[in-house]
Every structure is written in structure tokens, then in C-alpha cells.
């Protein structure tokens, strides 16, 4: 594994990170998400990303994780780097989600406890709250940092100019943002286009990518139809079949044909091309099987694209 570091920040993080959004819930046998989750270990894939809300139910995910924490991973915590978020719906009541004082507070000492942990490495706040005033959620996350319940903070799908208030806000504070979370991949490139990456670099934040095979879309899984053990099939909270227009299966089949030209797989091609943009610290994959996992290292080891590839790229994407 490679790692890079986040912005200007001590914290080296693998260019594969692990997501919890999916497979770590009910839904997944407990053995597959133990297998998956020790592949990534033995990978060197030590950032384990979750949220309060990961499931299914609510909350599943972090109780798998704390399951590990008292078994397999046990001697292991000062190799790994946890993450976890709060801000959206979690528990019923006025209370349960969005970003005040009281919600995060209260679902970082909530995901401690599902986690079996004293701390977590990076603390999120997991979206933008356009109602609780910005301070009052960024000296919030000050402040878990100072009492201990968090060696870092992050936030999520932030809209550019409040990112970089609290880029300010917290430096201000000498608890520096480390790593912006949104999603980056072929078929979604705001971050890029948003001046969110850009704004990273000028402030010294890292930037790591979510759903970067657009939940599996950017991969071979859907190219002849739907497959029964496919996240469409088993799981579709998020990605529905109706994702798979014509125009859309006609512009991931046009991918697949230059990463075919590469050498390589469409899910490699996608994830190599988030690692090649400017300020781009990790990709956050999902993966509901070991192999999967395994065949997304490739990524690392992708040749630079060609200008003749960018361009084509962008003809298909832009
Ligand atoms: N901050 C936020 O608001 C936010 C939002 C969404 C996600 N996230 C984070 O990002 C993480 C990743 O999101 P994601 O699961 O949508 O990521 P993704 O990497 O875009 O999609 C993962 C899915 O793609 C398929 N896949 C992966 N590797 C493959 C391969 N080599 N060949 C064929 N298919 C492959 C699998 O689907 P099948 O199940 O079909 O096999 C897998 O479950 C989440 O776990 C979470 O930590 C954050």
C-alpha cells in the first residue's frame, strides 16, 4: 500500500481506504464483513471509514466494528485510523440528527460505546447544517478534539464557502481541519468543478473521495444486465435500477472500452483516475466481497493517463 499524507497535516493515509456504508450491516453475514474487513488489514488499508447511521439497522456498522475491536483487532489499535460522522437522522426527536451542540456530542459518546473505543481518529461532521449557527458546531468539534474523544476533525459535503469558514474557524483554534470528505468519481465530478479541491490545497486539507465507483456503476458489475448478488439487486436503498438508463449504460460501456485499452478493469480505470487529480489524498471504496477489494489495489499501480485518454475521458464525462 501507498499512503499520502492529508493536506499539511502529520497523518498519513492510504491512497485505498475502507468504507462501512454497505456489507456491514444485517444484510451481511458477519464472516464476510470479518473477511473483508482483515483483507483490508492485511492490505495495509488502516483507515476504516464509518457514521453513526451505517447499518442497516442504524448503528450496525459501528457495533461490527466494536466487535473487532475485541477480538481480531484488538492488539492492533495504534495501526489503524477510525473514523466516524455524525448529522444525519439517527434517533427520533429533535435531538437525533442534523449538527448542534447537543447531536454531535451525543452521538460521538454513542459510537464510543458501539465501537468499544476511547477514541476515534477522525471525527466528521456529516453534512452541512444550513440552520445551527457555523460556530457552534465547529467549537463543538473543537472541542471533542480537546476533550479527547477525537484526535481530528473532517467535515462532509460542505458547500465550498462554509468550508472554507471552517477551514479558518479551526485553524484559528489550532485544531486544523484534516480531510474533507465528497464525492469524486467520473460520473460526479463537483468537488472538482465546486472549487472544493482547490480550496483544500490553499488551506492545507486533505480530500478524500466517497462512492468513488459510483456505488459500482463505474465497474463491469452492471455492463450485461443486473446480477443477483449485485448492490442494485440485494441492497437498493441508494442505487436503484432505474440508474441504468440507455445513455448511461452507453457511456459506462464507452468507459470500459478505454480502460480495456489500458490494460486494465473499468473499476481499476475509475479509481486510478480520482488517485491522478490534484489534492486528492485517498478513495474511499466499498467492497462486499475480499476479491473485490483486492482487485481495487491495482488502482495504485495504474499508469498515468495519456493526454489522448484525458481527452476522451472527458468527451464521455464532461
Ligand atoms: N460522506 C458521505 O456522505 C458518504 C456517502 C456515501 C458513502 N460514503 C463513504 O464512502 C464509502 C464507499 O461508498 P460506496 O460503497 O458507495 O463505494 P463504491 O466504491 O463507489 O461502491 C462500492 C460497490 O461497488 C462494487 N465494487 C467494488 N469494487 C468492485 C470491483 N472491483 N468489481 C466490481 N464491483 C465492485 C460493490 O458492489 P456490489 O455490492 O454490487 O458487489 C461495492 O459494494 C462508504 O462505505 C462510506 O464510508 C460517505
Known amino acids: 500500500?501507498?499512503?499520502?499524507?492529508?493536506?499539511?497535516?502529520?497523518?498519513?493515509?492510504?491512497?485505498?481506504?475502507?468504507?462501512?456504508?454497505?456489507?456491514f450491516g444485517c444484510l451481511t453475514p458477519y464472516e464476510t464483513s470479518r473477511a473483508i474487513a482483515l483483507t483490508a488489514f492485511d492490505c495495509g488499508i488502516v483507515h476504516f471509514d464509518l457514521a453513526n447511521n451505517y447499518g442497516p439497522e442504524p448503528g450496525a456498522a459501528e457495533n461490527f466494528m466494536g466487535s473487532m475491536m475485541r477480538s481480531d483487532f484488538c492488539a492492533h489499535r495504534d495501526e489503524l485510523f477510525i473514523s466516524t460522522k455524525a448529522a444525519y437522522d439517527m434517533w427520533e426527536g429533535p435531538y437525533g440528527s442534523w449538527?448542534?451542540?447537543?447531536?454531535?456530542?451525543?452521538?460521538?459518546n454513542q459510537s464510543l460505546k458501539r465501537m468499544s473505543l476511547e477514541y476515534v481518529d477522525l471525527f466528521y461532521c456529516h453534512r452541512?447544517?444550513?440552520?445551527?449557527?457555523?460556530?457552534e458546531t465547529l467549537q463543538t468539534l473543537v472541542d471533542v478534539v480537546r476533550q479527547g474523544?477525537?484526535?481530528?476533525?473532517?467535515?462532509?459535503?460542505?458547500?465550498?464557502?462554509?468550508?472554507?469558514f471552517a477551514y479558518h474557524y479551526l485553524r484559528q483554534r489550532?485544531?486544523?481541519?484534516?480531510i474533507y470528505q465528497g464525492r469524486l468519481n467520473l460520473l460526479d465530478q463537483s468537488p472538482v468543478q465546486e472549487g472544493i479541491l482547490e480550496q483544500g490545497l490553499e488551506d492545507g486539507v486533505g480530500f478524500i473521495s466517497f462512492s468513488p465507483l459510483a456505488q459500482g456503476l463505474l465497474t463491469d458489475r452492471y455492463l450485461n444486465g443486473i446480477p443477483e448478488d449485485s448492490r442494485i439487486a440485494h441492497d437498493p436503498r441508494f442505487l436503484k435500477a432505474d440508474a441504468l438508463t440507455p445513455e448511461?449504460?452507453?457511456?459506462?460501456?464507452a468507459l470500459n472500452d478505454i480502460a480495456e485499452q489500458r490494460g486494465e478493469s473499468l473499476a481499476t480505470m475509475a479509481l486510478a483516475w480520482i488517485l491522478q487529480q490534484k489534492g486528492v489524498t485517498s478513495v474511499l471504496v466499498g467492497a462486499s466481497s475480499p476479491e473485490q477489494l483486492r482487485r481495487n489495489l491495482k488502482a495504485t499501480e495504474s499508469a498515468p493517463f495519456t493526454s489522448e485518454e484525458i481527452q476522451q475521458i472527458n468527451k464521455l464525462t464532461r
Open 99 to 108: 449538527a448542534s451542540r447537543k447531536h454531535l456530542t451525543a452521538s460521538l
Open 128 to 135: 452541512y447544517d444550513p440552520e445551527t449557527p457555523l460556530e
Open 149 to 164: 474523544k477525537a484526535l481530528y476533525i473532517g467535515i462532509s459535503r460542505w458547500p465550498v464557502e462554509a468550508a472554507r
Open 248 to 253: 448511461r449504460l452507453a457511456q459506462l460501456r
Open 1 to 23: 500500500m501507498k499512503y499520502r499524507r492529508s493536506g499539511k497535516s502529520g497523518v498519513l493515509l492510504p491512497e485505498i481506504s475502507l468504507g462501512m456504508w454497505h456489507n
Open 174 to 178: 489550532d485544531v486544523p481541519c484534516l
